[in-house]
Nanobody, 124 residues
Framework: QLQLVESGGGLVQPGGSLRLSCAASGFSLRYYAIGWFRQAPGKEREGVLCINISGGSTNYLDSVKGRFTISRDDAKNTMYLQMNSLKPEDTAVYYC?????????????????WGQGTQVTVSS
């Protein structure tokens, strides 16, 4: 069974950092581009960042540029989202999703496999 599992979410103060993990089981992440998405209450799910199989990344949100980075460790079958200088507006459920070899933009419909999400809350 193909499965993605996110972890690492939680409550953090503004200006703090979190690292989210996305672990795969049942398939090898090395053959997939992986995107991170987020969904805030009452809002549409939006693409944040994506990393392709060669390690190149694409940023879909101007608001996270310079603060969020995406990386992958194919040996551990895991990819990561490092989030620094967090702001209250980053509060959302964060999801990882897998697609083909290359990133396919910020549209959720282009991604085939999804995790269950992990809650990130930025608040003092």
């Amino acid at each position: 069974q193909l499965q993605l599992v996110e972890s690492g979410g939680g409550l953090v103060q503004p200006g703090g950092s979190l690292r989210l993990s996305c672990a795969a089981s049942g398939f090898s992440l090395r053959y997939y581009a992986i995107g991170w998405f987020r969904q805030a209450p009452g809002k549409e799910r939006e693409g944040v960042l994506c990393i392709n199989i060669s390690g190149g990344s694409t940023n879909y949100l101007d608001s996270v540029k310079g603060r969020f980075t995406i990386s992958r460790d194919d040996a551990k079958n895991t990819m990561y989202l490092q989030m620094n200088s967090l702001k209250p507006e980053d509060t959302a459920v964060y999801y990882c999703a897998a697609t083909g070899l290359n990133c396919k933009g910020p549209s959720r419909s282009k991604y085939d496999y999804w995790g269950q999400g992990t809650q990130v809350t930025v608040s003092s």
